[in-house]
């Protein structure tokens, strides 16, 4: 183990939960650095939400260890850790005000004015009870409640789900400036995009694994994707699956895309050699990077195919 990750705000080690027959996290392990952004993408059932609940303490961990600046998890911790929940953990019979008065009495660093502003900027009001509120107006009470603690962490399990964008934006602005004020967050999306925007680090999750992490932009640097167009349909090109460099290649009539990483000038030769009308090599972008790295195995087209990955 680095230094680094010794001292990490939060660090996750060889994490594996199973239900029944369904390894839900394989041998997970990530760490994120005190003031990070880290977000935690996958695919339907990759087994994030189960991760967080195993980190919290909310299920059972078959194996491995997380640690909050060194400690495993403590119930005092919850004084400067947020979690909010994919489903968020309201009472339905309590408003939108008794939440907020139920957090000013429980947490110490209760902020009333942040909530006020919070309540402001989500515009819901706070004087309904909760099941008078929409499902987006839930998630900004239970994002108001989580961010008006101050907190050291934060864990968010789909923090934009049922936000409209603008909303959403705000979430994002909200834990760039937490991030900003020193606290750590750790949050899982479907929203590439905002994962883009958002996070300094990230983790892609497949079947219970992490299948690629990394800093943002060392993935972007390293990751490239290779584009060629051909006169007729796109030839065979010897060695390109085998290529240890290449993740993912998707041949569509005349155009053949390769998902590169750590380089692939030999990749690139190897195109060239077989004569294309056209050859680019571009950065990818984070979705791209994403669908590599969980191949395509769920929408199988046509002539598509993952390559092994490194
Ligand atoms: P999504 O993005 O769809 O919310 P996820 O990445 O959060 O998915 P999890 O909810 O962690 O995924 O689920 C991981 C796997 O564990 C899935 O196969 C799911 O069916 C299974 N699973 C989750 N919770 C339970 C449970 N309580 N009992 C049995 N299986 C479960």
């Given at each position: 183990m680095t230094t680094e990750a010794a001292t990490a705000a939060i660090l996750v080690q060889g994490l594996a939960k199973s239900y029944g027959s369904t390894q839900a996290v394989d041998g997970l392990s990530f760490d994120v650095s005190k003031g990070s952004?880290?977000?935690?993408?996958?695919?339907?059932?990759?087994?994030?939400?189960?991760?967080?609940?195993?980190?919290?303490?909310?299920?059972?961990?078959s194996a491995g260890s997380?640690?909050?600046?060194?400690?495993?998890?403590?119930?005092?911790m919850f004084e400067s850790?947020?979690?909010?929940?994919?489903?968020?953990?309201?009472?339905?019979?309590?408003?939108?005000?008794?939440?907020?008065?139920?957090?000013?009495?429980s947490f110490r660093s209760y902020d009333p004015a942040i909530a006020q502003h919070l309540v402001e900027l989500f515009g819901f009001d706070a004087r309904k009870r909760v099941k008078q509120l929409s499902k987006g107006q839930k998630s900004a009470l239970a994002l108001t409640l989580a961010f008006a603690i101050r907190p050291q962490t934060l864990v968010l399990d789909e923090p934009s789900a049922g936000l409209d964008p603008v909303?959403?934006?705000?979430?994002?602005?909200?834990?760039?400036?937490?991030?900003?004020?020193?606290?750590?967050?750790?949050?899982?999306?479907h929203q590439i995009g905002q994962v883009e925007r958002a996070a300094d680090h990230?983790?892609?999750?497949?079947?219970?694994?992490?299948?690629?992490?990394?800093?943002?932009?060392?993935?972007?640097?390293?990751?490239?994707?290779?584009?060629?167009?051909?006169?007729?349909?796109?030839?065979?090109?010897?060695?390109?699956?085998?290529?240890?460099?290449?993740?993912?290649?998707t041949r569509q009539g005349r155009l053949l895309r390769v998902y590169v990483t750590g380089g692939g000038n030999g990749v690139a030769s190897a195109i060239q050699s077989a004569q294309p009308t056209s050859l680019r090599v571009m950065n990818?972008?984070?979705?791209?990077?994403?669908?590599?790295?969980?191949?395509?195995?769920?929408?199988?087209a046509g002539d598509e195919q993952a390559a092994p990955r490194a």
């Open positions: 952004i880290f977000g935690l993408l996958g695919t339907n059932g990759a087994g994030k939400t189960t991760t967080f609940k195993c980190m919290l303490g909310l299920a059972r961990a997380v640690l909050f600046s060194g400690q495993p998890l403590e119930a005092r850790l947020s979690y909010v929940p994919e489903q968020p953990a309201l009472y339905e019979w309590m408003t939108g005000r008794e939440h907020l008065e139920f957090a000013r009495r909303h959403q934006r705000h979430v994002l602005d909200l834990m760039i400036d937490a991030a900003a004020g020193g606290a750590t967050i750790l949050f899982s999306s990230v983790a892609i999750m497949h079947h219970g694994k992490a299948v690629l992490q990394g800093d943002v932009e060392q993935l972007r640097a390293d990751e490239k994707v290779i584009e060629a167009t051909f006169d007729g349909a796109v030839p065979t090109i010897g060695g390109l699956d085998a290529d240890t460099h290449v993740r993912r290649v990818q972008n984070l979705e791209d990077i994403f669908l590599a790295a969980v191949g395509d195995d769920q929408h199988p």
